[in-house]
C-alpha cells in the first residue's frame, strides 16, 4: 500500500505538509513498508500501517516543526 506519488497520500499529510515534507513522508512510509513487513519486526501488536504511518512523521519532524497551523522548515 506504499504510495507512489503524493497525490496517493492521505488528505490528513497532503492537505498540511509542504511538498517536501510531502516527499520526506512518503520515501519514510515506503522505507518502514519494506522494513516491518515481518510482525516479528514490529512492537506490541501493531500493523505494518501503523508502524509505516509513525515512522512516517518521525521523518517529517526530524525536518520541519509546526508553527502555529503551518508545517515549516527547520531553522
Given at each position: ?7 496517493e ?5 497532503k492537505?498540511h ?6 516527499d520526506?513522508y512518503?520515501e519514510?512510509?515506503?522505507s ?7 510482525p ?6 501493531e500493523s505494518l ?10 521523518a ?5 516543526e509546526k508553527v502555529?497551523e503551518q508545517w515549516?522548515?527547520?531553522?
Amino acid at each position: 500500500m506504499p504510495y507512489r506519488t503524493n497525490q496517493e497520500l492521505p488528505d490528513s499529510v497532503k492537505d498540511h505538509l509542504p511538498s517536501h515534507a510531502q516527499d520526506i513522508y512518503r520515501e519514510a512510509f515506503y522505507s518502514a513498508w519494506e522494513e516491518y513487513q515481518n510482525p516479528s519486526k514490529r512492537r506490541g501488536s501493531e500493523s505494518l500501517e501503523e508502524v509505516a504511518h509513525k515512522v512516517a512523521w518521525a521523518a517529517v519532524k526530524q525536518k520541519y516543526e509546526k508553527v502555529g497551523e503551518q508545517w515549516q522548515p527547520k531553522s
